[in-house]
């Protein structure tokens, strides 16, 4: 199959992959600067492979509130003048008031998706949906690598190729559900990330659900399940004690600063270890302490009725699952004894989190070119720019997957909207811009 050419396109000064938060707050940054000053602006280009803006569908439980401030949007911390920012949002939508009084800095998810989507809306002329990157080739013009040729597919009609060639790609690819090893997704096995789309698909309530993990998502669906269901048995199963409390005091919560990613980056890589050692508990398998207390107070109010429906497992890993006719048996091992059980169950639902995507994926014939640190991982500066071979001149930049080199917020929102904008004044004083045409493109 050979995509088809054409030589009246333009040279994008940057090209992004990947339309979820990360690149969505890029794309304000551009439109910001492009207004701010017009005499200098960049053109990009967004590709994204679902077919429309979402973020976390499968996860937007009625009640459940987003973990960090409003504040911390696409814009604010960038830049609290943008017309991006969730106030502005807020205002638009005519409930700036009722939000006021509301007296919350943590609005609920499905209202911050609502403020994603009508961010997106006004980017839908650089968006190019249902397109996945499958090749990025380098150009080279007078020994050097100058430009990128990115290769994309149709989603629908893998047999359209589109080639886009631009001067810097941005990379923000999200993050993969993580299954544990031998774990295959089943018509009763889910991944939390999907779990709203698979409930709706029940033909009838579930007699016995079990929720694998220790984390917000697990204690979110089991607490869902838990009311939705009144009459189903909902089993939690984790290897820690009992769930932890995330710790979001204010101290504590600095480590989301973007002062401390210039920290963490110029500190050894012992200090960096640190940083996660301690502070893992701000993000790691971790529950708001109201749905702890919450839960808590559900189990001890049917123990006192003798009738328990919410059975929590601490301690207790699950060594394998085995669909069988209509159920799934899991062998559970109890950690403080070793002894082992068998559980049957209508439902898994595994809210074992997510693993960043290897860019190098989406990198392709240019991945070669990017230079890797002793432990394989890819080289990134502090203006989240990959490191390349001396003849790379294009820039290759990433958003998200950056722990080992950014730290803690480097998959989290809460630095989203000032890497976006460090990201633009690296690409600013990186190279001078231009309209000059491609020799080949088609757009």
Sequence with gaps: MQPEFRDDGPIFDILGVGFGPSNLSLAAAIDEHNSTVPSTPLRAVFVERKRSFGWHEGMLLDQATMQVSFLKDLAAMRNPRSRFTFLTYLHER??????????????????????????????????????????????????????????????????VEVVRRTRNLVIASGLVPFLPPGVERTDRIWHSSEFLDRAAELNAAPATCTVIGAGQSAAEIAGYLHEKFPQAHVHAVFSRYGYSPADDSPFANRVFDPAAVDEFFAAPAHVQQKFFQYHANTNYSVVDLELIQDLYARVYRESVRGEPRLHMHHMTEVETAASETGRVRLRLKRLTSGERVDLDTDLVIYATGYRPMDPLGVLGSVAGLCKHDASGRLRVQRDHQVVTEGSVECGIYVQGGTEHTHGLSSSLLSTTAVRAGEIVRSILDREPRGTTPRCSNTL
């Design 94 to 159: 005519g409930r700036l008031v009722d939000f006021v009084n509301h007296k919350t800095l943590f609005p609920l998810r499905i209202e911050f998706h609502d403020y994603l989507e009508w961010v997106a809306g006004q980017f839908t002329d650089l968006v190019h949906y249902g397109d996945e990157v499958v090749d990025v080739r380098p150009v080279e013009a007078d020994g050097k690598i100058a430009w990128l040729d990115v290769v994309s597919r149709d989603v629908d009609d893998p047999t």
